[in-house]
Structures are given as structure tokens and as C-alpha cells.
């Protein structure tokens, strides 16, 4: 059994969702203020949300990222903790690089804990490789940044997943 997925873009009544999912996410989670300077006050920022179709729409994930020209900068990505290892953030990385390459992108570039390896594992599997490390990038708690780095750009999705399109359609395989 499956429920339908929606990757589309974040607005501002998303707001009080993203917040939650971020500060369930991250030790250090951007504040609603942040999030919300995303979401409208930033010209290079693009924000996605997947929605479980088959949940009533409830957010189960989030991309921020940026393009900057040439580069595609992934700033944020979040999955709630009970949808993991479904291919969502794959989805969801998947549809920020189609993008960066349908636009200027040539590069995408990212910054993550170094005990990340959830994180660091889906990267790789895009063909992101580690370039350089911050030395305590990160606080509460301190810890490096590895620097990776996905050149040239391509947006073939990096998980074994449902590797239907990005945009709606989709589904999440249950568990
Ligand atoms: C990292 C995170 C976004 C991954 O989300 P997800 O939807 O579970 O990831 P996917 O299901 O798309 O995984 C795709 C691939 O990434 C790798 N991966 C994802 N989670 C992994 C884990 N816990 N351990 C090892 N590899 C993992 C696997 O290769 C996976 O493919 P597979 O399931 O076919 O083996 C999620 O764990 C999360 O929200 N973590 C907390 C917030 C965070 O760390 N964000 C990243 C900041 S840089």
C-alpha cells in the first residue's frame, strides 16, 4: 500500500508546520523568523514541501535551497522522523537539482554535520563528494562542516525509491 506524494513549493501558511518539523529535526533549528525570511524575503531562495497525500496534506518534509547563478546551495532539508527511508528527501533534492539545471546551475554545493550520515549517505548517492571541512562550523552542539560538492550538476535521483517524477504522481512505498 502506498499514499500519493506532492513535492510543491512552501508558502507562508506553511509557516507553523515547518517550524515544528524543525526544531523536532535539528539541535540548533531555524526560528520562524528565519524561515519565514526564506519563504518571502530572499530573491535566491526556493522552498519545497512533500505532502502526504493520503494524510490530509500534512508536511512530511522540506527543502530549502538556493540558486545563485552557477551554484545550487542546499540549505535546509528535514523529514519527519516517522516517513524516513521512504525516498522523500531524495525526492525532494531531486527536484531542487532538475530545477537548478533547467535554470544557470552547473554546480550544487552543501554543508553538513560530520556526524550526519543520514545525510551524508543520501549526498553521496546524488554523486555529491566531500571537498573541505569547517573546523566547528556548527554550534550546540560544536562540531565540523564537511563542504560537498556535486560538479557537474545532474538530478538523477540517489535513492532505490520511487523514481517517478518529482512533481506529484509519486508515491511513498510503505514500510
Ligand atoms: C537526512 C534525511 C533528510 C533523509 O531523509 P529520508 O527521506 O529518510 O531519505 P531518503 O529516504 O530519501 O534516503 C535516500 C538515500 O539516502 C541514504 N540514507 C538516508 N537515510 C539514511 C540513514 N539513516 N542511514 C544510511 N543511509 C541513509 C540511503 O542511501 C537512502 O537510500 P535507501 O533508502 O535506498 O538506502 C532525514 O534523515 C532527516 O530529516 N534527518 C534529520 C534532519 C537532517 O539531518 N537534515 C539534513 C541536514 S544537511
Avoid at 543520514?118 to 565540523?144: C, K, M, Q, W
Wanted: a negative charge; aromatic letters at 8%.
Amino acid at each position: 500500500m502506498s499514499s500519493p506524494l506532492q513535492i510543491m513549493p512552501a508558502t507562508l501558511d506553511d509557516l507553523a508546520d515547518l517550524v515544528r518539523l524543525e526544531e523536532a529535526c535539528f539541535s540548533a533549528p531555524w526560528t520562524s523568523k528565519m524561515l519565514a525570511a526564506e519563504l518571502t524575503g530572499n530573491q535566491f531562495a526556493h522552498f519545497l514541501v512533500a505532502r502526504d497525500a493520503g494524510n490530509g496534506g500534512a508536511i512530511v518534509g522540506y527543502l530549502c535551497y538556493w540558486i545563485v547563478f552557477e551554484e545550487v546551495r542546499l540549505m535546509n532539508l528535514a523529514v519527519v522522523e516517522s516517513m524516513r527511508r521512504r525516498g522523500i528527501a531524495a525526492r525532494l533534492v531531486e527536484e531542487a537539482l532538475r530545477t537548478g539545471c533547467a535554470q544557470t546551475a552547473t554546480r550544487a554545493v552543501l554543508e553538513v554535520r560530520a556526524s550526519n550520515h543520514a545525510a551524508r549517505s543520501l549526498y553521496r548517492r546524488f554523486g555529491f563528494v566531500d571537498v573541505s571541512t569547517r573546523r566547528h562550523y556548527y554550534t550546540n552542539p560544536i562540531e565540523d562542516a564537511v563542504l560537498m560538492e556535486l560538479e557537474p550538476m545532474r538530478a538523477e535521483t540517489g535513492s532505490r525509491h520511487d523514481r517517478a517524477s518529482a512533481i506529484d504522481g509519486g508515491s511513498i512505498p510503505a514500510h
